[in-house]
Nanobody, 124 residues
Framework: QVQLVESGGGLVQPGESLRLSCTAS????????VGWFRQAPGKEREGVIC????????YYGDAKNGRFTISRDKDKNTVYLQINSLKPEDTAVYYC?????????????????WGQGTQVTVSS
């Protein structure tokens, strides 16, 4: 079973950018659709963006505004989430997860393996 570790979170000011990493062990991420989710305090975990096995992208919610991009580095067995022009409302714990199917979904139930999350805090 694939194990996932997120990294790259931190405290940033509004307008700055971050690149989050999701690195896998135990399996090759190329074989999975991979999604990024986030959970803000007191809110449900929500889908942000997803990349399919064939590298198609699907955007959910705020990611449709173009500030979020997802990419793979197959040599590093890593999927990245780039967030630009960060806003205070982007503050959340960000999780990556592998889908149970080769296609993307914004639903938590469609994902099997999850990382532990990385905290992103946007504040001046």
């Amino acid at each position: 079973q694939v194990q996932l570790v997120e990294s790259g979170g931190g405290l940033v000011q509004p307008g700055e950018s971050l690149r989050l990493s999701c690195t896998a062990s135990g399996s090759t991420l190329d074989n999975y659709a991979v999604g990024w989710f986030r959970q803000a305090p007191g809110k449900e975990r929500e889908g942000v963006i997803c990349i399919t096995v064939s590298d198609g992208r699907t955007y959910y919610g705020d990611a449709k505004n173009g500030r979020f991009t997802i990419s793979r580095d197959k040599d590093k067995n890593t999927v990245y989430l780039q967030i630009n022009s960060l806003k205070p409302e982007d503050t959340a714990v960000y999780y990556c997860a592998t889908a149970l199917h080769p296609y993307c979904s914004g639903r938590r139930v469609d994902f099997g393996s999850w990382g532990q999350g990385t905290q992103v805090t946007v504040s001046s």
